[in-house]
């Protein structure tokens, strides 16, 4: 019975990118079942077990690039996205409450007015 493929030193040797075209990954099981290392009613199996972990692989260095650019991103101090959009809420919340705020404050400045001149001659006559 055959053995299973050292998947390990497979994917070391024959995979030094992250994509993997179905193409390679049926050339690469070619070797194997020619080698006696892979029985051949499981090649195909093996094909799709071989674009599987290519796929996942290409997910993983996608997101270990994104989390370093995240990283480098704070360690700089540049404003993300996400900054910019709480931010923009922030203020709109402020313009907000402040429009709310300024009729009263007009009101309540109407009223501690002094009397003009001619409301304070009237008023002594």
């Known amino acids: 019975m055959p053995q299973g493929p050292d998947w390990k030193q497979l994917i070391e040797t024959g995979m030094s990118f992250t994509e993997l075209r179905r193409s390679q990954a049926r050339q690469i099981v070619s070797e194997l079942v020619a080698q006696g290392q892979l029985a051949q009613d499981k090649a195909s199996a093996a094909v799709d077990e071989l674009l599987e972990f290519s796929r996942r692989r290409r997910e993983d260095v996608r997101e270990m690039v994104a989390t370093e650019i995240q990283r480098q991103v704070r360690a700089l101090g ?8 709480k931010l923009e809420r922030k203020l709109g919340a402020s313009k907000a409450t402040a429009a709310k705020k300024a009729p009263a404050k007009k009101a309540a400045a109407a009223k501690k007015k002094p ?6 001659a009237a008023a002594r006559a």
């Open 115 to 120: 009397p003009t001149k001619a409301a304070g």
């Open 78 to 85: 540049i404003a993300t996205q996400a900054d910019l959009a």
